[in-house]
């Protein structure tokens, strides 16, 4: 029982001390984005099996959008476009890590586009992803 009252107090320790004031500055809200797609397009042929994602055309500033297959049957997307830096170029997917290549950050696909890199705040961009059948929308509202 001592453990477990030890560990809550922690969780809370640790709620409270954490700080978003700076998070307010991240792009949260873009454009509309409201793709539809279907499985069974050949563009999406890597993405039908658990790691396999595919590239897509749209999102921020037209920077593409990753959809990452997590388990074989739930998807994430991603935009690919830098959130830390005013980046042109497109973040590129690798090891399930998105990596800006302007300035060598990186976001975990695996935890919600979190930074995985010291100093970096902002997360990436995510989409929200419906599947029904071999359907896939992908929307931020």
């Known amino acids: 029982m001592y ?5 809550f107090f922690c969780f809370i320790l640790f709620i409270k001390c954490s700080d978003t004031s700076n998070l307010e500055n991240c792009i949260r809200s873009v454009a509309n984005v409201n793709l539809v797609t279907d499985l069974n397009n ?14 897509l055309s749209g999102g921020f500033k037209n920077s593409g959008i990753i959809l990452f297959n997590t388990n074989g049957t739930d998807f994430v997307a991603f935009d690919r476009f830098c959130p ?10 690798e090891n399930r ?6 300035d ?14 010291d100093g970096f705040e902002c ?13 896939i929308r992908i929307s931020n509202f």
Do not use: H, W
């Open 123 to 135: 997360p990436a961009i995510e989409y929200k992803v419906t599947r029904i059948g071999s359907t």
């Open 97 to 102: 890590l998105l990596r800006c290549t302007c």
């Open 84 to 93: 830390q830096t005013d980046c042109d170029v497109p973040m590129i997917f």
């Open 104 to 117: 060598d950050s990186t976001y975990s696909l695996d935890f919600g586009g979190a930074p995985q890199t």
């Open 3 to 7: 453990k477990k009252v030890v560990i």
């Open 42 to 55: 050949p563009e999406l042929i890597n993405a039908q099996v658990p790691g396999g994602f595919a590239e």
